[in-house]
Nanobody
Framework: QVQLVESGGGLVQAGGSLRLSCVAS????????MDWYRQAPGKERELVAR??????????NYADSVKGRFTISRDNAKNTVYLQMNSLKPEDTAVYYC?????????WGRGTQVTVSS
């Protein structure tokens, strides 16, 4: 089992920044990719960013809507994945979830609310 705990959400004005953190614990060996998803009210959950394992070169991918504004990174020593969010827009308002992929199973955190005011 893998446990994920997100933090760092909050209320910010448009144009501002936030950094989300996701701390993984439990059976974390073998996690090959970590994702950030978000879900806005009335909308489906969508993939925001992904970072592959160190063995895979820690390659990153982003949704088109956040490219150039968001950056995903990881600190393996702290078992933590970050999402740096800059130039935030009201449409970025959502609950942000961390997801781990390990041996065919997926694990989700409980999410952290991000609200961007105009």
């Amino acid at each position: 089992q893998v446990q994920l705990v997100e933090s760092g959400g909050g209320l910010v004005q448009a144009g501002g920044s936030l950094r989300l953190s996701c701390v993984a614990s439990g059976s974390i060996s073998g996690i090959y990719a970590m994702d950030w998803y978000r879900q806005a009210p009335g909308k489906e959950r969508e993939l925001v960013a992904r970072i592959a394992s160190v063995a895979s070169g820690s390659s990153t991918n982003y949704a088109d809507s956040v490219k150039g504004r968001f950056t995903i990174s990881r600190d393996n020593a702290k078992n933590t994945v970050y999402l740096q969010m800059n130039s935030l827009k009201p449409e970025d308002t959502a609950v942000y979830y961390c997801k781990a992929n390990r041996f065919g199973a997926v694990y989700w955190g409980r999410g952290t609310q991000v609200t961007v005011s105009s």
